[in-house]
């Protein structure tokens, strides 16, 4: 267990500190009381002007002392000048609803119930703790957050060298009907463990394929989806590579330029990803026909989500790794009589996946949110397309 803000003990620290300054100012009153009353003794004046002012000063003396002890009372009662924050913590492993899933992390206040529940589904070559900094932010508006590793991806990666002698060692190959069968149980638990709150799904990249695909299986269990830059339709560079490399029989692609180049409109973002020893630098030619197969089975799991499942869509203009028009195809085949779309311009392709979350983003994210988390979800049609007239329209809609 991480603890990644203000423990208990800082809080508690935080409510000494604003006793002492009560004390502190209590001390002030009495010192400076005792100064003017030391200035007015020994002045010799005894005219009309010491006498008004003498009565003017003790007054307006007598009104502060009323008033320094009811501010740092204030302070007291709050905790300090300094709200304490939420008391975050993640668990690196999850229990829920009974359950054992080692290869799930959970984002939770210590100190507060949830009023909602989120489960995140990270892209191609990534894993759950990508999400770490979003998952805060959330747990911080009033959110529980669950994020899997996908099978093959992140700590999966390192069962090799694991002590786990009920994982085998060949789970650490990507599969995605395992992922999604993992996915499926997830789901289903933190319903069960939650059963009086709305339970989000949130995927970025592949992960919206995978958020649109439990979607589509276990409606009952999602009360609504976000999808930030589905992958529907990869550029044709990835496509192309991935051809030559079967063609010249290399069996490993490596993912570091592609990362560099096109995963961020900021350098930061694509930096910190080639930093993260999680992620996966390479792919073998298998696992890219694998993971094509999943974003092209998208337009048909979309089509089976119900219309009463509500979907917020975020996407970057500037995205460089899957086709943008793609997006106007999958909205056309979403049945969701509750459809936002939000645009970012100037934003690239990972929008929630980084420590370098837009506040723009944030704000769509939590507007969404915070509209569905009320105790009666919208009930007509709630459209609202952000320059949604600037998203190309494709020439065929299969």
């Known amino acids: 267990m991480i603890a990644f803000s203000e423990d208990n003990k800082t809080r508690q620290a935080q409510r000494i500190n604003a006793g002492l300054e009560f004390g502190f100012g209590c001390h002030l009153v009495k010192e400076v009381e005792g100064r003017i009353t030391q200035i007015l003794n020994l002045s010799s004046a005894s005219n009309g002007f010491r006498a008004s002012f003498t009565g003017f000063a003790m007054e307006t003396f007598r009104l502060t002392r009323k008033l320094i002890p009811l501010l740092f009372g204030l302070t007291l009662l709050l905790g300090s000048s300094n709200p304490a924050k939420a008391d975050i913590v993640r668990e690196d492993t999850s229990v829920i609803s009974g359950q054992n899933f080692p290869f799930v992390y959970k984002w939770r206040d210590t100190d507060a119930a949830p009023r909602a529940c989120v ?63 993992d996915l499926l149980k997830l789901v289903q638990a933190a319903r069960e463990e939650h059963p009086d709150i709305p339970v989000f799904l949130l995927g970025e990249s592949l992960g919206a394929d995978m958020a649109i695909y439990a979607a589509s299986q276990i409606p009952e269990c999602v009360d609504g989806v976000v999808l930030s830059a589905p992958a529907i339709k990869r550029k044709a ?16 692609l490596g993912i570091a330029p592609y990362i560099k180049n096109f995963a961020s409109d900021d350098p930061r973002v694509a930096q910190e990803a080639l930093d993260d020893p999680l992620i996966r630098k390479q792919l073998s030619t298998g696992d890219l026909i694998r993971s094509l197969r999943v974003l092209n089975e998208t337009i048909k799991y979309a089509r089976l989500v119900p219309p009463t499942v509500p979907i917020l869509l975020l996407q970057g203009g500037q995205d460089k790794l899957v086709e943008i028009e793609a997006v106007s195809k999958l909205l056309a085949h979403l049945n969701s009589s509750d459809q936002t779309v939000k645009w970012f311009t100037g934003s690239g392709h990972l929008l929630l996946e980084t420590s370098f979350v837009k506040q723009e983003t944030f704000a769509a994210l939590d507007n969404w949110l915070d509209g569905h988390t009320r105790a009666e979800l919208p009930s007509q049609v709630s459209v609202s397309y952000d320059l949604h007239n600037e998203l190309p329209v494709p020439k065929e809609l299969n």
């Open 119 to 181: 489960v995140a589904i990270h892209g191609l070559t990534l894993h759950g703790s990508i999400y770490d900094t979003t998952a805060k932010h959330l747990v911080g508006r009033g959110y529980v957050v669950y994020a899997p590793d996908l099978r093959g991806y992140g700590r999966w990666l390192k069962i090799s060298k694991s002590k786990n002698t009920s994982i085998s060692k060949n789970d650490n190959k990507i599969s995605y009907p395992l992922s999604r069968s």
């Open 237 to 252: 560079h990835l496509i192309t590579d991935t051809a030559d490399l079967m063609s010249t029989g290399f069996r490993q």
